[in-house]
């Protein structure tokens, strides 16, 4: 079945970028979808379709997808983003959904 | 506003039968598909399978094809995640989750559910 690779934690300080990335084998194919979880709460998804936000969701939060490597990348992060990101992707090989591990956002 | 309301924490014991609810309210809930999602502790979420309430077409990933069941009370807007005979290893937080499609992620989560399986 289809795997999606995450690096467990990434640490950045306030007001840099943070590039969380989801390794698949040719996953710039796919459609990728991120989703937020802070502790103790439900996810949400703050990116669809690569790069389509829902609303609400803050211009500073965006996606690529290409080659082997989707990326979500948070500008001027705040204290409020430190969460746990998840990548998500349909496999139609298996017909169903895969979740990469997921990544710890450290605010410094 | 579209709302996921699940029901509350369940404690079992192991070889107990378990139907946890989600309740859609706030949108069309016949004509969204609602997909089901393990996490256990402090791991990442896991699809289970989904359901579209239209017409109770449902699938399920491998991992959990016969261990669960998903199902639907459209008259209601509920959907429903059941099992016959719970294991400790089913202990996990569920959630449920809308999607406008099969194929299209999930856009509105439930709260979530906690279940504990312990003797």
């Known amino acids: 079945s289809y795997v999606l690779t995450q690096p467990p934690s990434v640490s950045v300080a306030p007001g840099k970028t943070a590039n969380i990335t989801c390794g698949g084998n040719?996953?710039?194919?796919?459609?990728v979808h991120w989703h937020q979880q802070k502790p103790g709460q439900a996810p949400v998804l703050v990116i669809y379709?690569?790069?389509d936000r829902p609303s609400g969701i803050p211009e500073r939060i965006s996606g690529s997808n290409s080659g082997d490597t989707a990326t979500l990348t948070i500008s001027r992060v705040e204290a409020g983003d430190e969460a746990d990101y998840y990548c998500?992707?349909?496999?139609?090989?298996?017909?169903?959904?895969?979740f990469g591990g997921g990544t710890k956002l450290t605010v410094l | 506003e579209v709302q996921l309301v699940q029901s509350g924490a369940e404690v079992k014991k192991p070889g107990e039968s378990l139907k946890i609810s989600c309740k859609g309210s706030?949108?069309?809930?016949?004509?969204?598909?609602i997909g089901w999602v393990r996490q256990m502790p402090g791991k990442g979420p896991e699809w289970m399978g989904i359901?579209?309430?239209?017409?109770?077409?449902?699938r399920y990933s491998p991992s959990f094809q016969g261990q669960v069941t998903i199902s639907a009370d459209k008259s209601i807007s509920t959907a429903y995640l059941q099992w016959d005979s719970l294991k400790a290893s089913d202990t996990a937080m569920y959630y449920c989750?809308?999607?406008?499609?099969?194929?299209?992620?999930?856009?509105?989560w439930g709260q979530g559910t906690p279940v504990t399986v312990s003797s």
């Open positions: 989750g809308r999607q406008k499609g099969y194929s299209y992620p999930i856009d509105y």
């Open positions: 706030g949108y069309s809930f016949n004509n969204f598909w």
């Open positions: 359901m579209y309430p239209g017409d109770s077409n449902s």
């Open positions: 040719k996953i710039g194919s796919k459609s």
């Open positions: 379709y690569d790069n």
């Open positions: 998500q992707v349909w496999d139609s090989g298996s017909d169903h959904w895969v």
